[in-house]
């Protein structure tokens, strides 16, 4: 993705040392960024600015980064990248519930960050999904599953299973692949814009919630089964 040099990020970090690094980075990759250092600030600026990424901490003064981004989510439908210092699997869920489109780990790596960022905003950018071929099905059925792609809508035996979008970006992969293997690096890198590097999770924690949603059995999956070192499976037969 070749950034515009109107590009628009806000970085939301109280380590002065580390977000001056980030801003003198993503500067030199012609990004424009403003800079925040508070969370009780934070909402304000966001709403004000209406920047097209947010780079948000999530351990701020004034008010916790999940917060900030709890309280700014109805408003803001920009996407909002999360920054931790704790590698805990439930931070990431919290955030990711919370309205965070993607959650990275310090330390930060610079060319890790910067794939991060230019794939979420081809993925919010209107044209980022690829349209199918020409004469593709716009929805697809397998055994009571109903996966509408021009609806966006899932129903299982004729019951609506509310998914969000990234959930439903993941399922419809899966079901036009339905019987096969589809492998985490095709889904990282369909999904996410980048490839897959061995410790992204994201893909998983999706997997994980399409499963309770659709009434999965998590220990031994009948639905979306997992393909061990490779993948993942939506099982075509007797759901």
């Known amino acids: 993705m070749t950034t515009t040099p109107n590009t628009h990020l806000l970085l939301i970090e109280d380590d002065h040392e580390l977000a001056h690094w980030i801003c003198d980075y993503l500067a030199d990759k012609s990004f424009t960024v403003s800079l925040c250092h508070r969370g009780d600030e934070a909402p304000q ?6 920047p097209d990424l947010v780079i948000l901490d999530g351990m701020l003064p004034g008010l916790d980064g999940l917060d900030v981004c709890k309280q700014v989510r109805p408003q803001y439908c920009g996407p909002i990248l999360m920054l931790t210092a704790r590698d805990e699997d439930m931070d990431e869920v919290l955030g990711l519930e919370m309205g965070a489109d993607d959650y ?15 794939a979420l905003l081809r993925r919010h950018n209107p044209t980022s999904v690829e349209p199918d071929p020409p004469g593709n099905t ?66 998983d924690l999706r997997i994980s919630r399409l499963r309770k949603k659709l009434g999965d059995n998590p220990v031994a999956p009948f639905r979306i089964k997992t393909v061990w070192g490779q993948g993942y499976q939506l099982v075509r037969e007797a759901w």
Do not use: C
Request: net charge neutral.
């Open 104 to 118: 990275l780990t310090k330390p930060v790596r610079a060319r890790v960050l910067l794939a991060r960022i230019r």
């Open 138 to 203: 716009e929805s697809i059925e397998i055994q009571g599953l109903l996966v509408d792609k021009s609806a966006r809508t899932v129903t299982l035996q004729g019951e609506t299973i509310d998914v969000s979008s990234k959930e439903f970006d993941l399922l419809w992969l899966l079901a036009k692949s339905a019987g096969e293997l589809v492998t985490r690096d095709f889904l990282t890198q369909s999904l996410r814009g980048f490839e897959y590097d061995g410790f992204d999770r994201s893909i």
């Open 45 to 50: 600026q966001i709403l004000s600015l209406n």
